[in-house]
């Protein structure tokens, strides 16, 4: 399975963006789609998964702000952001496997996301 990201960038604080990742290859195996996102010196976190028939996970802090959402179809996951905030600066990944908890078993390469105050 290979996961291209795209949609990040600079955007003030409040702002919004919008990330998609389309899956290719062996796509039986994205059951489960999501985002982690790293900020520097700090550990990779969860941001929200999605299963195929449409299950969602969100970390407390992004409910309310971002919307995870898929297209089956096309065999891609986006992550709308809204109410962005200087934390949420960091490297976003998609990741994808055949559950929420295996999902960490392919990934993009990543998209910078930075928010400025």
């Known amino acids: 399975v290979q996961l291209m990201e795209s949609g990040g960038g600079l955007v003030q604080a409040g702002g919004s963006l919008r990330l998609s990742c389309v899956a290719s290859g062996s796509t039986l195996r994205t059951d489960a789609m999501g985002w982690y996102r790293q900020a520097p010196g700090k550990q990779r976190e969860l941001v929200a998964s999605?299963?195929?028939?449409?299950?969602?996970n969100y970390s407390d802090f992004v409910r309310g702000r971002f919307t995870i959402s898929r297209d089956n179809a096309k065999v891609t996951v986006y992550l709308q952001m809204n109410n962005l905030k200087p934390e949420d600066t960091a490297v976003y990944y998609c990741?994808?496997?055949?559950?929420?908890?295996?999902?960490?078993?392919?990934w993009g390469q990543g998209t910078q996301v930075t928010v400025s105050s």
């Open positions: 999605i299963t195929r028939t449409g299950t969602i």
């Open positions: 990741a994808a496997g055949l559950s929420p908890t295996a999902m960490t078993s392919y």
